[in-house]
């Protein structure tokens, strides 16, 4: 199997899913995207005496590549992904962006407030999606939507993993003044506790992703008609995340959430009608 494919595959099965809807050398260049964002945060995701080493060692690599254009690179998915860059016009600052990112997750864990949080966001999201439009094929006006969407996403993820992100990583995404503002406490996150206050909070950060999703979706039609179906598949997949968490009660805790294959191929089958208005 090609390696791209198989750590979309391993990692992002709902995107991978996604992403079939696309045409294939489009498929290609995303499945590249992919495996060049998704290593780098498996390394800073997965601490170890050697992490800060590891990623120091992965950006060093990149900058010389991508400044240098070095031949003979051993680095397979840097090669593929400069070549991207290339073809599809992608600037240099967004894989940049990402990467002071995921360096920032080495060393800062708790976020005061959501705009702080978004400025991570921005590096960690939105310019990914900012680059999806590249490859995909926008027109003026597609960004601010798929910085929305990006953050519905990253949203999404945040919620889904509070316990693993606080557990593994000592980390808290959800924004301090948030969790103030309804009386959460990292002991709610450290013992598992589902009260009226975690249900409280919960609620509020599922309608703002959920109000996040809704502006990026409106904002489809701005891609290329090759791109939309897929880009529309991916939302309902990740969308659904939001809905498990209210089955389960904002119980986040006791099993991690997640879309069954079924209700994947449902929502992908949906996204097949999708038709810009």
């Known amino acids: 199997m090609d390696f791209k494919k198989s750590i979309i595959k391993k990692y992002g099965v709902g995107y991978y899913k996604s992403t079939l809807l696309l045409p294939k050398k489009t498929r290609h260049a995303v499945w590249t995207l992919y495996a060049f964002v998704r290593l780098p945060d498996e390394i800073v995701d997965n601490p170890s005496d050697d992490t800060v080493r590891r990623f120091d060692a992965w950006q060093h690599d990149w900058n010389l590549l991508s400044h240098d254009s070095v031949t003979g690179h051993t680095n397979q998915t840097m090669v593929d992904f400069l070549e991207v860059m290339k073809k599809y016009g992608i600037p240099e600052q967004y894989p940049n962006d990402f990467l002071s990112a995921m360096r920032q997750d080495l060393t800062k864990d708790h976020y005061a407030t959501y705009k702080e949080l978004e400025h991570y966001m921005h590096g960690s999201a939105t310019v990914v999606g900012y680059m999806m439009c590249h490859i995909i094929g926008h027109k003026d006006g597609a960004l601010p939507h798929a910085r929305a969407l990006a953050e519905a996403f990253q949203m999404t993820n945040f919620l889904r993993d509070i316990q693993s992100d606080y557990l593994e990583r000592k980390r808290i995404y959800i924004p301090k003044?948030?969790?103030?503002?309804?009386?959460?406490?990292?002991?709610?996150?450290?013992?598992?506790?589902?009260?009226?206050?975690?249900?409280?909070?919960?609620?509020?950060?599922?309608?703002?992703?959920?109000?996040?999703?809704?502006?990026?979706?409106?904002?489809?039609?701005y891609l290329d008609a090759s791109g939309r179906k897929a880009v529309y598949a991916s939302a309902l997949i990740y969308k659904e995340i939001l809905d498990k968490i209210e089955q389960a009660h904002y119980d986040i805790f006791s099993k991690r959430i997640v879309v069954n294959p079924l209700k994947k191929t449902m929502l992908l089958c949906k996204a097949l009608w999708y038709k810009n208005q």
């Open 177 to 221: 003044e948030d969790m103030e503002q309804f009386g959460v406490t990292e002991t709610h996150i450290a013992q598992g506790l589902v009260d009226d206050a975690w249900k409280s909070l919960l609620t509020f950060e599922i309608n703002r992703a959920r109000e996040l999703y809704s502006r990026g979706i409106s904002g489809i039609g």
